[in-house]
């Protein structure tokens, strides 16, 4: 069985913890400890699968894979440049944007080249405003 084509952003984590993993120079076993340290258990033969996309990697696996790799989730799910000149597969879209769009995306900075327009004005404002985390009671929201 092999990584299905429209599972494009599966590829781009594939990728991510395998790059991350070497970086680091952990041993598929090293970092199945520490996953196991982090309370989410996943086999080494099951990271090499994830790896070479036999194994689909869940959204608790993302955020236990960025713990024991000591990175952001959004780096193991963004694309690794962040290029106009980069164009990357992303699940969900019908097209290819380019991987500083799909950055902009992530980090709530712009909804351009990866949502509609819809040709109203403040579109960016309004999707920083839905996609910021609603604040505690009597405090203000994150920046």
């Not at 069985?1 to 598929?28: D, P």
């Not at 024991?68 to 989730?73: F, M, R, T």
Request: net charge neutral; aromatic share 4%.
């Amino acid at each position: 069985m092999t990584q299905r084509e429209n599972e494009a952003t599966g590829s781009i984590v594939a990728a991510n913890v395998s790059r991350y993993r070497k970086a680091l120079g952990l041993s598929y076993r090293t970092l199945a400890g520490r996953l196991a340290d982090a309370g989410h258990p996943i086999v080494h033969t099951q990271l090499r699968n994830i790896e070479i996309g036999l194994r689909r990697v869940t959204v608790d696996d993302l955020t236990a894979l960025a713990v024991a790799l000591e990175v952001s989730p959004l780096s193991l799910l963004l694309p690794e440049t962040a290029s106009a000149e980069v164009d990357c597969m992303i699940t969900g879209l019908p097209e290819s944007p380019n991987s500083l769009d799909v950055w902009r995306w992530g980090l709530c900075l712009s909804r351009h080249g990866i949502l509609p327009d819809s040709g109203e004005e403040g579109q960016d404002a309004l999707f920083r405003r839905r996609s910021s985390p609603v604040p505690a009671a009597g405090e203000r929201a994150p920046r």
